[in-house]
């Protein structure tokens, strides 16, 4: 998995928008909130999403991943290498992000995006 394959996967889901913001991250976003942070230059994180609550704690407890800072709060993990979790978990952990982010957006804007 690189960041290309990232990239592509997080810009297939309906209305995703990316921005480069903070430095050097890749953010992706639905609905202008956040749902990835994909770092492009080598750092301690390499990417960072919002998972489910009763994910959290398990996710947390495996090599490579952490919570991820200044999101932790808020149920996210950071996963410090490209091959913490397989291209497939990554893959799911993206789409449950995208999915967590879209579910809390106003009732409007989901409607429009919708």
């Known amino acids: ?4 394959w990232l990239r592509r996967y997080c810009m ?3 209305h995703a928008t990316e921005t480069v913001q903070w430095g050097e991250h890749l953010v992706f976003k639905i609905g202008g909130k956040v749902f990835a942070v994909l770092a492009l230059e080598p750092a301690k994180v390499w990417l960072s999403l919002k998972c489910r609550p009763e994910e959290f704690v398990d996710l947390v407890e495996r090599p490579g991943v952490i919570q991820a ?3 932790a709060r808020n149920q996210w993990v950071a ?3 490209e091959d913490a ?3 497939a978990e990554t893959k799911r952990l993206v789409h449950t992000s995208y999915a967590l982010v879209l579910e809390k957006l106003p009732k409007k804007l989901r409607a429009a995006l919708l």
């Open 12 to 14: 297939s889901l309906p």
């Open 1 to 4: 998995m690189n960041i290309e």
């Open 85 to 87: 979790l397989t291209p």
């Open 69 to 71: 800072p200044h999101f």
């Open 79 to 81: 996963l410090e290498t």
